[in-house]
Each structure stands twice: as C-alpha cells, then as structure tokens.
C-alpha cells in the first residue's frame, strides 16, 4: 500500500496551487491521468479576473455585484466576497512566481474587457493564458519536488470511505495497469469539469466527471448540476473554443442578415452581455433561421480590429481558425455556434474547501474539492468569463491551507487493502469479460447528441423526459458493450469505457436536475417556465443517489450584500 499524508487529485491550476501550499509542511502526492501541463487549465485562452484597476479605477464590491448579478443571484456572496478580495494578491504571486503577463505601454498588468464584467478586469497572456499560469505552477512544483510526489498518468478510480471520513483512494498506473492503493489523511478532488457529455463542447478529452462521479458514488450529493454554461463562440461543427477575448478586444457578433443582432437582446452591453445570455441570443437567431447560410452558425467579425492588434493579442486563436475551418480572422469572419464549455455545478464544499453532505453543511472528513469540480457556490447559475482560472487559484491555495490544518498530527485512517483493490478489479474483470455487440463509440456517440440537442442551450419537460429515457436505454447497450484491446499495458480502450460510465452516470443528473428545476435562471433555461422563480428555485439543488433512483433535496442561497433583483443589461 502506498502512504502519503495527503493525495491529491488533478495537477491543473486547482491541484497545482492546493499541492504549492500543502507541501510547506506535509508529504504530497499529486495524481493524474494525463501529464500535469496538458490539464484543460493550460487550454484558458482570455484572461484571470482581479480588481487591480490598471486602465480604469475598479475595486472588489464591482467585481462581486458583477459576479453575483452574471450567476443570476444563485451565488453564495460570503463566498464570493472572500474570493473577489483575494483575487489581486493571487495576481500578484503568479507575478512573482514567474507568470508572464501581457503589459500597457507603462508597464503595468494589461487589462482586457470582458462578458459581464462592468470594468476591464482580466489580467492576461496574449490569448494563452492557462498556459502561462500553468507552466509557472508546474515550474515552482519542480522546484519543491522533494515533498512533492508527481503521479504521471494514473487514473483514480474510487474514494475510501470509512463511516464519516475518506481514507484513501484506489488508482491505476495507465502504463502497466496495476491497481494500488492510496492510503492518505486526506484527499482533495481537483478534477476539472465533464464538458465532454456534449457532442460540441471546448473541453479536453480529459473533461469527463471521473472525480464527480466517485464523490457521488459514495453518497455525496452533487450540488446545481443542471447548471451548464453553454460558451458563444465555438468553431462551428467543432466546438474548439475561440475566446471570448475576442468580443472583448471589439469583435461583433452577425447573423445571416449581416445585423448585430445583440441589440435586441442586451443593448447595453451588447456583444459582452454574459455568456449564457449571448448564447441564448445566438441559438434564438439560428433557431428563427437567421444562422449564416442557413447553417447552425453566427459570424463573428474580426477584420475591423486590424491585423497588427490580432497578431498583438489573439495570435493562437487567429492559428486555430486558420488549422480548424481555413478562415484567417484577419480578412474574413469566423462562424461560431454556442459550445459546451463550463459546469457550475459540482461536489459540494463550504468556503473553506471541505466537502459537505448536506445543507447543514455536515463534513466528510479528510475530504476536499476545489476548482472546476467544486461548487463553493461563487459562480451561482452563470459564471463569468475569467472567474473560472481565479477560482481555481483562489479555492486551490484554500484547499491547501484547509489540509495542512486537518492533518497536521492526525493518524492514518483504517484501509482494508485487498477488500479496496477488489472492488476494482473486479470493475476491471466486468469490463474485460463483456464480449457484446454495442460499440462504446456509437454509445458515446448518442449520449453527446441526445446531451447537446435534449439538454442544451433550451430545456423543456418533453425534451428532458425524451433524454432521461434515451440515457437509461444507454446504460442498458453499455452494459453490452465489446472490449477490442485486452491486455494490461497501456490500454487506453479500457479507460475509455470508464470515463464513459461515468459520463453516462452524469448526463442523467444533469438531465433530471435540469427536469426538477421548473425557472429559467443563468445557464439553466427552460422554453415551458420562462421566467426566473425566486419563490420556489431560489435554491441550490443537492442530487443524491439512491436504491430507488435520484433523490433531489434543497440548500438555501448565503445572500449578503446584493438583495436579489431583476437581472437586465
Ligand atoms: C478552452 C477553454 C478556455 C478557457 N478559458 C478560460 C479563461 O480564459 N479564463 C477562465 O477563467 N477560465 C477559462 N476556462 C475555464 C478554466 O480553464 C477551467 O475551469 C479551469 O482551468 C479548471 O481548472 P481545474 O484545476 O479545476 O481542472 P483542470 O485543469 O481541468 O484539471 C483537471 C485535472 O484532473 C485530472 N483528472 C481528472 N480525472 C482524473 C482521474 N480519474 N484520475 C486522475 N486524474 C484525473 C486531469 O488529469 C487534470 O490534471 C476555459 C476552459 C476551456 C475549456
């Protein structure tokens, strides 16, 4: 059995900065299906929010009015406000840690505009700026490796669970296929999001609710899972993500008309109204017909930018217009649709990063979560653009503090070795065995399509109804799956299928939240209850499994600053 006071799972921004800080006192391992710097983090285009006030005066109260009024009032403002405060000192430390930020011409941070946000606000690297961040954690990581553990490319499996406190967790080594045992005092979850139960979505293979799953699998609830944020500006047919940036350095949105059709939808903020509000304009225009060449696409003006200021400040999504669809967004306009992008929702955490059961805010113990699989809830029912990276940062540092003063002096947990690795193994087997007729591509292949057309930008009762059944028939084919590649060594056919199960297992609380939530708030947008009901969904939602089918109970909203209001642009 492997020991280490705390294991860690994911290396993107989250577990990057929760390893940095429980490393100063404890021995940390961080675990992770794909190598540390190819984490979804790395793939952040547009920028890292803070109230820094370098091209216009900004302070933090803005930034959370922003924040709590883009989530659609769902947010839970003691949280929000910590975390807005803390976001230029968090700046600042990534400065000093060696992250390259773009610069004004005096050589302060540069800041760029950006959905819902009322002030330029998100500091940046050109449009790569998860990768910059990414690669100065991974660099100070490097540099404490002496207690600091990195598991290169194994896969968590399950938590260890012994009555009110988590152990441990089961995980295999993706090269040889060894299962193992982790004994830990305590584990923290930072396994990003599961963009990827959508056939369009930006998120990386990687993006596939493992983390979530188990947490939900022990009985942990997942908290507002029916928020999804649906981004504006995927390549059409691809989904690969052209930054929002983009809108914020003054590109305009037309439809097949060649109108700015924004006016009719937000007319104050117009192209930087926020996302799930722009992608509900854009699916409005191509559901009404006015899609460019009839097609399910909007198109996105760059060329009145100028060439030099896109080569300045856009120059990786220019190449991924040019790689993806031919079109340079120098000369012509690149068509977009709306792509599965971010989950607000996920394993519950009270502010401090600990995972609860409940909204009594009961603890499991030994047990936390940050970044993109955690719902602290700051980001509400719509988070803004460049909220997400801060976020990750914020509550990763948290995590860490959160851990060094849970298991500082505390013993390990009881693990039963064999009893854990069987369980696996015997998933594992239950795979291999399966000598069916379904193919999981095809399998994976409907549950993207069901998701994106069922359950996407526009919900109703009908729809939702159609795509519950259309998941359990799903569940019923994966079961008669057939395996191609049966050997140990790096099978990645067999991960695969995993990540699939758990893909599945997540679309149906996605969907039946999404079915109990009768309002439209934030990303959630139901055709058959338009309008926002603060009288009866001013909740968050808490989904739980149970023997008879999901059971969906209530947590109230922390509201402390910023009474609820109506929300316009
Ligand atoms: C294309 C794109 C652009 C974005 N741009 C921005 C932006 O400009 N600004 C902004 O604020 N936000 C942006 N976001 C959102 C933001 O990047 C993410 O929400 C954030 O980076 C998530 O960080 P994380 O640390 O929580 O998870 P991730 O970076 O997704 O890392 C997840 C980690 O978990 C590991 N993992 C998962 N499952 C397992 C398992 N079973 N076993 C072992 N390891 C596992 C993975 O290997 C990975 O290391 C963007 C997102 C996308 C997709």
Redesign the pocket.
Known sequence: MIEHDVVI????????RCALEASKELDVAV????Y?S????????????ASLGNSEPDSWEEHMYDTVKGGDFLNDQDAVEEYVKAAPRIIYELEHMGCVFSRTPDGKIAQRKFGGHSKPR?C?SADR??HAI?HALHEQLMKNAKSVKIYNE????SLIIDGDRCNGVV?SNIQTGEVEVIRAKAVVF????Y?RVYKIT???F???A??VI?AFEVGIPLEDPEFVQF?PSGLFRQG??F???ARGEGAYLLNGKGERFMENYAPSRMELAPRDIVSRAEQSEIDAGRGVNGEDCIHLDLPHLGEARILERLPQIRQLGIDFLGIDCITDPIPIQPTA??SMGGIPVDKFCHVILDAEGTKMNGFFA?????CVSVHGGNRL????????VVF?ERAGKSVLEYARGKDFGNVNEGQEKTKVLEKFEDVFQRDGSESYKDIREDMKEIMMSHCGVFRDEKKLKVCIDTLKELQVRFKKGKVTDKGKIFNTEIYEIM?LGNMLRMSEVIAEAALYRQESRGGHSRTDFPKRDDEKFLHHSMVYDSPDGFVIKTKPVVITKYPVTERTY
């Open positions: 799972i994911g290396a993107g921004l989250a577990g990057m675990l992770t299906k794909v540390p190819r984490s979804h983090s790395g793939a952040a285009q547009g920028g890292i929010a998100a940046f700026t998860g990414l194994w896969y968590m499996h995980v930072c396994t990003g999001g963009g930006s998120n990386a990687a993006s596939t493992d983390g188990a981004h690969i993500l930054s929002e940036a992008h971010y940050a970044g993109e699989c955690a653009g460049t909220n997400s990276l801060l976020d990750a990763g990540e």
